[in-house]
């Protein structure tokens, strides 16, 4: 649906290295609408309960002091097929085998420096942007909307 939601966060590593404006801009420039944005540190226990299905894995501690390390980009963007667009956007959990052309393709190595987070269905995304976003998206007209949908 043209309504589709997903959340997306830039990893500390990513605005630690400058790159923010230029994952934003691939946002924008697809034709994405960001509908909520924050700058946040993150605490522990928050970040346990965004990443609580990979509790027990061996690499969960790092991950979390990894994301706890600095602040973190959280954003909500919304258009058609935004999830699964928004993974493809991304490239894989492993950068090393992330296309040319997607954002860890592009600027990344290293798995657990890997820049960027998106939700991998519909149901995580809702529960996501409730987590990061308690206060709910912002409601407004895009006027761009009718030349980028039917
Ligand atoms: P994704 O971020 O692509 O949704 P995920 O949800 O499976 O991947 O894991 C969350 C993060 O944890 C991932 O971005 C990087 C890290 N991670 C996942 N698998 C890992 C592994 N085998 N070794 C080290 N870090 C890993
Ligand atoms: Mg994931």
Sequence with gaps: SVHERTYIMIKPDGVQRSLVGKIITRFEERGYKLVALKLVHATQEHLEKHYADLKGKPFF????????SGPVVA???????????????????????????????????????????????????????KLWFPEGVVQYTSTMETWIFE
């Design 75 to 129: 954003m909500v963007w919304q258009g058609l097929d935004a999830v699964k667009t928004g993974r493809v956007m991304l490239g894989a959990t492993n950068p090393l085998q992330s296309p040319v052309g997607s954002i860890r393709g592009d600027f990344c190595l290293a798995m657990g420096r890997n820049i960027c987070h998106g939700s991998d269905s519909v149901e995580s995304a809702e529960k996501e942007i």
């Design 61 to 68: 501690p790092g991950l979390i002091k990894y994301m706890a």
